[in-house]
T-cell receptor, first 112, second 111 residues
Framework: DADVTQTPRNRITKTGKRIMLECSQT?????MYWYRQDPGLGLRLIYY???????NKGEISDGYSVSRQAQAKFSLSLESAIPNQTALYFC???????????FGPGTRLTVL | GENVEQHPSTLSVQEGDSAVIKCTYS??????FPWYKQELGKGPQLIID?????GEKKDQRIAVTLNKTAKHFSLHITETQPEDSAVYFC??????????FGTGTSLTVIP
């Protein structure tokens, strides 16, 4: 089984809808991250969490919110989706820093 | 924040030749520099990393060099194979909190 899983893997939605992307990990890591990948721009950090009670904004947090429900679960929400949030979203985990981050398979989100 | 520039954006090499990807970073506080490989439809996966107290690191066919003074680091892949074809990202980690990714290099190894 995969160590970092993301659901859904693909999602098509309409402008204005609320969307939640979920991430679960079995690696036992405390640190979890959400990234967004756009063509030609690499990955950019949206939010990160060092433990259940610690949430931090990343480089591009506007329009997004997160929830750390447990050590193993970290969700990303788009309260009112807009077309320029169409992208590939990745969740990652790490045991500490600076250290390797382990990435999930990604969620492809399309906002019409 | 940090700014990471990566070149080239695309690279084609013949099987068996070497491939070199170069990156620069802007913030001297960055102290950890991993390289990730992303295959189609998958998440990025670490292939090698280097910390700021080391100038060079090698793992079989892959090597990375770091020049802290010039703020640049490079990935070298020797004896390339078709399975090396993928997108490669350089990363600068500032203070252990945030990864800043380069824009990626799409490497194609021609059999």
């Amino acid at each position: 089984d995969a160590d970092v899983t993301q659901t859904p893997r693909n999602r098509i939605t309409k402008t204005g809808k609320r969307i939640m992307l979920e991430c679960s990990q079995t690696k036992g890591h405390d640190r979890m991250y959400w990234y967004r990948q756009d063509p030609g721009l690499g990955l950019r950090l949206i939010y990160y969490s060092f433990d259940v009670k610690d949430i931090n904004k990343g480089e591009i947090s506007d329009g997004y919110s997160v929830s750390r429900q447990a050590q193993a679960k970290f969700s990303l929400s788009l309260e009112s989706a807009i077309p320029n949030q169409t992208a590939l979203y990745f969740c990652a985990t790490s045991a500490g820093s600076p250290n390797e981050q382990f990435f999930g398979p990604g969620t492809r989100l399309t906002v019409l | 924040g940090e700014n990471v520039e990566q070149h080239p954006s695309t690279l084609s090499v013949q099987e068996g030749d070497s491939a070199v990807i170069k990156c620069t970073y802007s913030d001297s506080a960055s102290n950890y520099f991993p390289w990730y490989k992303q295959e189609l439809g998958k998440g990025p996966q670490l292939i090698i990393d280097i910390r700021s107290n080391v100038g060079e690191k090698k793992d079989q066919r892959i090597a990375v060099t770091l020049n802290k003074t010039a703020k640049h680091f490079s990935l070298h892949i020797t004896e390339t194979q078709p399975e090396d074809s993928a997108v490669y990202f350089c990363v600068a980690d500032q203070s252990g909190n945030q990864f800043y990714f380069g824009t990626g290099t799409s490497l194609t190894v021609i059999p």
